[in-house]
């Protein structure tokens, strides 16, 4: 007949030595086990901690404080003259600012940069100094004429809506070029964050910008988009403020989104991008570029060691990123340089 001892019972001191052994060998894998399991929710916790801070770095970021501290007028080179508030449409929002260089009255058929501000398609302003101030005085001394819009925004009027907005504002400019100076044949369209998606949007979707009588353009420079394909944003674990954009339908999702939309050939394209974004935009704007270029467009990807801000308002400074815009655009300047 089997008998069960317990520790306790035991006297002769080897048998308790062995029994002893025994009792640690079950329990100490019961408490490695235990160890492990509360050490992996402790990670996972921190892990949902870290990932929770990036979406708000990234959140904020898109809607930065330079996209609302406005410009003030020692910001610009001596001499520039602004024509505020120009009227696109009857809404108080659809207005752009025009810069012109001190000696405009000299030049004819200056080219232009058409700049189309961010702020996650809910905030933001034309009269910001990061859309403003470093490109102004980068590019208004060498002939250019600088245009920065306004236009509607969320909640009130979303992305595809604001895209029509832009293309209206950009066919305005257009017709009024040659009364400021400047040529409609010599536009370059440029835009940060959302503006860099709805430049993006109007560069692979034609038919937005024919819409609204808008003329072909020298180039789009859009910088630092992470929305290129919102399918693939809406159907992985994303940032809230594209919820708030985009919706739930993945026909408008299909619509909005200028990788997909992208089927012919258009006008050169620079996609710039921040390389230390948490949430990776060059990945989706190579997507883009490599897309643009099967389909036989002129374009570049260029990734900056910037922050998302700093892209928007270091354009324009002396440095290689300015220079690389620069190299890109003159050719095509040069190329299309009468009225």
């Known amino acids: 007949m089997s008998k069960l001892f317990t520790l306790s019972a035991i006297r002769h001191p080897a048998l ?4 002893l052994c025994l009792a640690l060998v079950l329990v100490v894998p019961v408490a490695q086990v235990e160890a492990g399991t509360l050490r992996d929710k402790i990670m996972e916790r921190r892990q949902e901690r870290k990932e929770q801070r990036a979406e708000q770095v990234a959140e904020k970021s898109e809607m930065t404080d330079v996209e609302t501290t406005d410009l003030a007028p020692q910001g610009l080179p001596a001499g520039t003259k602004v024509l505020r508030d120009i009227a696109y449409g009857s809404d108080k929002r659809q207005t752009m600012d025009v810069y012109l260089p001190a000696n405009a009255a ?21 009269t910001a100094r990061g859309v403003v101030e470093n490109k102004a005085a980068h590019w208004l001394p060498q002939g250019y004429i600088f245009i920065s819009i306004n236009y509607r925004m969320l909640p009130d009027i979303k992305p ?15 017709n009024k070029a040659a009364e400021w100076g400047g040529s409609s044949k010599r536009f370059i369209i440029m835009g940060h964050s959302a503006g860099a998606h709805l430049v ?37 674990k994303h940032y809230r403020f594209y919820d708030e954009a985009f919706g739930t ?3 408008y999702w299909q619509a909005s989104s200028p990788t997909l939309q992208l089927k012919q050939a258009a006008a050169p394209f620079v996609a710039v991008c921040s390389s230390i974004r948490p949430d990776k935009p060059c990945v989706q704007a190579e997507i883009f570029i490599n897309k643009a270029k099967s389909l036989g467009m002129q374009a570049l990807l260029l990734p900056q060691s910037l922050s998302h801000a700093d892209i928007n308002k270091n354009l324009g400074l002396d440095n290689a990123y300015t220079a690389a815009v620069d190299n890109f655009l003159k050719p095509l300047v040069i190329a299309h340089d009468s009225p």
């Not at 000299?106 to 034309?126: E, N, Q, T």
């Not at 609204?212 to 789009?220: D, E, F, I, R, V």
Request: hydrophobic letters at 55%; glycine letters at 4%.
């Open 16 to 19: 308790q030595a062995c029994s």
């Open 249 to 251: 339908e993945p026909a």
């Open 160 to 174: 595809l809506e604001q895209a029509d907005d832009v293309a209206r504002a950009l066919a305005t400019a257009q």
């Open 200 to 236: 993006a949007l109007l560069a692979s979707s034609p038919a937005i910008a024919a819409k609204a009588g808008a003329s072909a353009w020298l180039a789009t420079i859009a910088l630092d988009s992470a929305a290129y394909d919102i399918n693939k944003i809406m159907e992985q």
């Open 106 to 126: 000299a030049l004819k058929a200056m080219p232009v940069i058409f700049m189309v501000h961010g702020g996650a398609w809910k905030i933001g302003s034309k």
